[in-house]
């Protein structure tokens, strides 16, 4: 946490997810996949360079980090497919695929947030290869159903270099993660739109504040 503003001032929340390893669990990944997946904590390792920066620079703002972090492989305890997790929201989440555990524990650091009553919450997660497939290298997805927010942070991307482009986030979508035997799904039950189906998850936990999702 750093505290640079006033004490009244609701703070703006940070969440990076911070997967040290992914073998894509039960689901493993296939050998051209798993290469490299010690940068699935790059959003963890934004968000902590995030407020070193705000304290460096002296920044007027409260701002905090919060980085779930986890390593994601087989093993005798891991988590399977079927199985049902209840959230720290008390939503309880049915695992359809272990190599979506990037969203489940965004989706209890979401539900952390809430205790900080924040201004605004935004996340930043390597969650999906769809976001890559459709954007390229050259620009992260960014998902908010606040048109204001969406706006300033494609204005900031520009700005900074670090390129940002929204991608759908409709009520519609959310069709797609009803869960059978749970109350939301980790992964759609079709095999389209990736990337949003991501965020339309993480969605189902922060619909009690001002939030962005960077995918």
Do not use: C
């Given at each position: 946490?750093?505290?640079?503003?006033a004490?009244s001032?609701?703070?703006?929340?940070?969440?990076?997810?911070?997967?040290?390893?992914?073998?894509?669990?039960?689901?493993?990944?296939?050998?051209?996949?798993?290469?490299?997946?010690?940068?699935?904590?790059?959003?963890?390792?934004?968000?902590?360079?995030?407020?070193?920066?705000?304290?460096?620079?002296?920044?007027?703002?409260?701002?905090?980090?919060?980085?779930?972090?986890?390593?994601?492989?087989?093993?005798?305890?891991?988590?399977r497919?079927?199985?049902?997790?209840?959230?720290?929201?008390g939503?309880?989440?049915?695992?359809?695929?272990?190599?979506?555990?990037?969203?489940?524990?965004?989706?209890?650091?979401l539900?952390?947030?809430?205790?900080?009553?924040?201004?605004?919450?935004?996340?930043?997660?390597?969650?999906?290869?769809a976001?890559?497939?459709?954007?390229?290298?050259?620009?992260?997805?960014?998902?908010?159903?606040?048109?204001?927010?969406?706006?300033?942070?494609?204005?900031?991307?520009?700005?900074?270099?670090?390129y940002?482009?929204?991608?759908?986030?409709?009520?519609?979508?959310?069709?797609?993660?009803?869960?059978?035997?749970?109350?939301v799904?980790?992964?759609?039950?079709?095999?389209?739109g990736?990337?949003?189906?991501?965020?339309v998850?993480?969605?189902?936990?922060?619909?009690?504040?001002?939030?962005?999702?960077?995918?």
């Amino acid at each position: 946490e750093y505290r640079g503003g006033a004490k009244s001032e609701k703070p703006m929340v940070l969440i990076g997810k911070g997967v040290t390893f992914d073998t894509g669990g039960l689901n493993i990944k296939p050998t051209d996949g798993i290469y490299e997946m010690h940068m699935d904590m790059s959003g963890g390792a934004a968000v902590i360079h995030a407020v070193i920066l705000a304290a460096k620079l002296k920044l007027k703002k409260n701002v905090v980090g919060l980085v779930p972090a986890v390593e994601n492989m087989t093993s005798g305890s891991s988590y399977r497919p079927g199985d049902v997790l209840r959230s720290m929201s008390g939503k309880t989440i049915e695992v359809l695929n272990t190599d979506a555990e990037g969203r489940i524990i965004l989706a209890d650091a979401l539900t952390y947030a809430k205790r900080y009553q924040p201004r605004l919450v935004v996340d930043a997660a390597t969650l999906t290869g769809a976001a890559v497939i459709a954007l390229g290298q050259r620009a992260s997805a960014v998902f908010t159903s606040d048109e204001r927010l969406e706006k300033l942070f494609r204005e900031l991307g520009e700005e900074s270099g670090d390129y940002v482009w929204p991608l759908p986030l409709w009520e519609e979508y959310e069709e797609e993660i009803k869960g059978t035997f749970g109350d939301v799904a980790n992964v759609q039950k079709s095999k389209y739109g990736g990337a949003i189906i991501g965020a339309v998850f993480l969605w189902q936990f922060a619909k009690d504040f001002p939030w962005a999702h960077i995918d």
